[in-house]
């Protein structure tokens, strides 16, 4: 008999659900519902709600729990073997912090399986929006964490990571700061991760190990809540958050509501939902040494397996747990797929024409540089929004074509350098991992293959495969992880891009002058023109 496993990925922009079935190895059902386009009621714009020119950036859990209905809904209508899902988990944009009053586990506790969830649970918040990993408006919070742990090494060695403006901590600590009294009157703060996986349990769900290193609470070391960072955080907050937990532990069963509306069997389990960078590990089978991802999305991540704990003392990476018990690293911008989107929308191209660009234009663009910050930026730390160009105007199609992509795995091979353990091979994930011309760039500037996979879904796959793990580990047919991901991934149409090596020197070069220029606007350094020239000289016979 078959079995089937669930995965649902909470992301910024959508609501994904895929189902494998796991003796064939297939996906054999996927589903994804906009925000924007499927539930316009809520007007969100790509999925959020943004104010101060991108500073503050909400979007709407109620918005998330009715995309999650909507999914259920397309299961039964598209008659999938429901009652045979063996387990389910999710996946959720990290760090987003949701807020409940004390009647949400009571509701939980007592849903009708007659009416909607929306319907059910739509007092149960003591703040209506919840801040997500876009917003960048806790600067003062994080440098009054920072502070309190003891500067920049105490809370890089205690948490993995330094306080960065999106994180769950210094986002909480605001909300403490300037709603005092809805701050008091809440019983419970989830990650969108254990908000999600607690509608689908009953009761409130815990957190993660991979999810909960992405809110400055978590000791990396022990995986546990550390006292001096929730004191530093907000009074009594060690009462508000749900307890950790491993990524591959089983929570509990379903919630009968599921079992009674959608057709669930009794004894489907759960499986913490963790954040969509963890879940992108195991959806990418990155379960050992030198293997890396980077995913083009809306936001652009690059991330690795790590077995031992290393942590970024500059502060600008993360560690985070990895679902497998290990941990992860991983570097983050903001200006991902929608700065492409502007690029592409400001010249009214279609993705196939910029594809066009990209080909016919030379590497190294003429020099052009682009610091592409039309969002505040999280690596490297840009509060406001601008974007600089040297060497051409922003009327300049070609140019600004060829130099978002540049710039963009410019700065992700000049950011990651930190990370120890350097890549053999870069396996791409997200909806702009699609786009081959892109990914010829990456090859060329990494100087590495890139493996781009017909899925571009690799944290909903991660969380059905996580599922699977845990449901074969309990059932006492334990398999490892390399059998469960790679079973899956090798199912998958994956095509492989070669660096051009001719370019190496090249983009060596330019990879000085970006960073020179990054130094230049953002550290008061000197102008890099002369190096420019000389630049042009080189490669442009200029
Ligand atoms: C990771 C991060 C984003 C979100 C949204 O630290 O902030 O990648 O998880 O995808």
Redesign the pocket.
Known sequence: MSDYFLGIDS??QSLTGILIDFSSYNIIFKCSINFDDDLPQYNTQNGVYIYEEGKIVHSNPLMWVEALEVIFDKLVKAEQPIEKIRAVSGSG???GTVYLNSSFEDILKSLNSKKSLKEQLKGVFSRETSPV?MDSSTTKQCNEIREKIGGLEAIVNLTGSNTFE?FSGPQIRKFYQQSPKKYTKTSVIHLVSSFMSSILLGKNSPIDHGDGA?MNLMNIKTKKWDDRAMEATAPNLKSKLPPLTHSYNIIGKLSPYFIQRYGFSQETILIPWS???PNSLIGLGLIDKGKVAISL???D?YFSYMKKLYVDLKGEG?VFGAPTGDYMS?I?YKNGSLARENIKNHFNLDWKKFSEVLKKTPPGNYGKIMLPYFLPEIVPLVLEPKVYRFGFDENDLEGNVRAIIESQFLSMRLHSAWIEEKPKEIYATGGGSANREILQIAADIFGINIRQFGLTDSAALGAALRCAKSYYDFTKQKKSWQEIALAVLNNQQSDLVTPNLKYKPLYDDMLVLYRKYENFVLKNEENPKILRDQFLKTYFNT
């Open positions: 992301s910024t944009q990290q760090h990993w999106r992405g954040g969509d960078n999305g809306t936001s991540t993360h991983l983050c």
